[in-house]
């Protein structure tokens, strides 16, 4: 239940006076504690069966939790399988959980034996530095610690350091839930720290939504854009070239190469110029920017270059570290800064596809969604002040347009606001309010669901995120609206206004893919694999049902190709129905079949990827059908359709 808002186990006491919520266990908040409580099950199993095992945090994460253990060798699938079975036992049993306070004293005595636990004793007034999930644990209030109680005996079962709530008793988790993987964690997400074993979870109300979810994760297995890009041959990262680091084979190319020119062609239209920058910068550029104090982990090791030494070895002249560039908006500036800016420059558009690298930990990479070279469709828009408000709504309007080109229909917005502590935050307070609110109206403009998250931003101004829903259900953060004041003050960018004083650009950091490579990733999930006809790199093959009809469909074919459409003929030796099988598996949109009828009529036959077929189409209006269902990009093609 939630007590005067504050969320509070069932047996908690509530005056008379109270505002009291019920709590539903579906509810968000009811599958979080759910989910929690089964974490506190997990530990319970693992120290029954290994009393030596020390615990970590385990905090409810969606979809799910994880708890981590201290142990002397690595989890094993046939531990987890014991594991499991202990907690069925506990389930059943139907343990009470039992709140009680303690003092910091009385924390560290009953709790000696556990180093985790106790250094999160020390740290809870600061529970945002304590570690990743240690809210579930302490914060800045007093300490708890949760009993699980036998209902027979009255005796406690197990204890463990916890602020709650949670279910009134462990028969509630049912049979909804369900162990999923381990993994190795840091303690407290530092290398410097130990390694711990983490064992991932899953809880839900019923069994029914236990399948659900699971389905959900079988069919995000079958979509997950790394087994698709080696079955469809579209991407891949050598060994010999580094982690984190992609190629693009032909086909993904071409995928690629289409979703960047449309990108492009649209920019070009809404008034951007595009421009080309290096890789690579000399130090003092992330020096004056602060990147290299801001970011400084994200940044990779520098490069000296330029020293110069004479014939006896003695330097003549120092070198300079160069670094990897990580942002392309330093960059941007300087191109702004080249010559004098009028109010009649302004708005000035700067779009990029540039790429930069991020040092990201080996054990955070990820197929393309997390790696360490990437490209950003990136654009800075220096705009005066009383521009910034209509730029920004052309900003948000484009980006929703442009994904909506891509199939993406399921948006919502995030308004990122500054922080209370003025230390967290440059500029004038007057200034951020008036930003914020301009953000704050366009985005409601939009008519999308809008979440106001205080103390998000970054230190030089407000953002908008957006967030989209894909074909699974998973919301993934996309395109990003800043506002920045920071960067025009650090390069002291000028502008003339119309009176003639000398005024300071506010400057506009927007990213619509945000990583293209990513982005790709994304939508091949998206799609699995079925991209629609104008993003397909294989958009059409020839079928013929025997060898003497391939000679006509390459003449079809080279009509569709002079119509700049990407289409080919399978002269292999197999039977007709494996060319068809091996091309539908390999997620070609649209197959010609031809044979005498055909050929005697001037006509092909459509097969789509549903199976259905449309038979007896005249050349000329075949290739007008293929190029007009490219040029309206239509993200289904079906008999139906054409």
Known sequence: MRVDGELKDLAAEVPDTATTEPVTIDS???LNVLRHSTAHVLAQAVQKINPAAKLGIGPFITDGFYYDFDVAEPFTPDDLKAIKKEMQRIVKEGQRFVRRAVSDDEARAELRDEPYKLELIGLKGGQKEAAEGASVEVGAGELTIYDNVD????ETQWKDLCRGPHVPTTRLLGNGWDIVRIAGAYWRGSEKNPQLQRIYGTAWPTKDDLKAYQDRLAEAARRDHRKLGRELDLFSFPDEIGSGLSVWHPRGAIA????????RRRHIAEGYSYVYTPHITKKDLFVTSNHLVTYADGIWPPIRMDEERDEDGNVTKQGVDYYLKPMNCPMHILIYKERARSYRDLPLRLAENGTVYRNELSGALHGLTRVRGFTQDDAHLFVTPDQLEAETTKVLEFVLSLLKDFGLEDFR??????????SKWI????????????????????GLELIEEP??????????DLKVTDALGRSWQLSTVQLDFNLPERFDLEFTAADGTKQ?????????????ERFFAILLEHYAGDFPLWLAPQQVVGVPVADEFAPYLDEVVQKLRVADVRAEVDHSDDRMQKKIRTHTTGKVPLLLIAGEQDRSAGTVSFRFRDGSQRNGVPV?????????????????LTDEDL
Do not use: C, N
């Open 504 to 516: 300071r650009p506010i400057m506009i950091h927007r990213a619509l893919f945000g990583s293209i």
């Open 256 to 263: 690629r190469g289409e979703m960047e020119q449309h990108a």
């Open 28 to 30: 968000p908040d009811g």
């Open 413 to 422: 917005l995030e308004l990122s606001m500054r922080d209370d502590e003025k």
């Open 151 to 154: 209902p027979k005996t009255g």
């Open 427 to 446: 500029g004038e307070e007057d200034v951020w309010e008036t930003a914020t609110d301009a953000l704050r109206r366009v985005a409601k403009s939009t």
């Open 455 to 464: 103390g998000e931003a970054a230190f030089y101004g407000p953002k908008i």
């Open 620 to 636: 000329d209006e075949a290739v007008a059908l293929v190029t007009r269902a490219i040029a309206e990009k239509r993200l289904v």
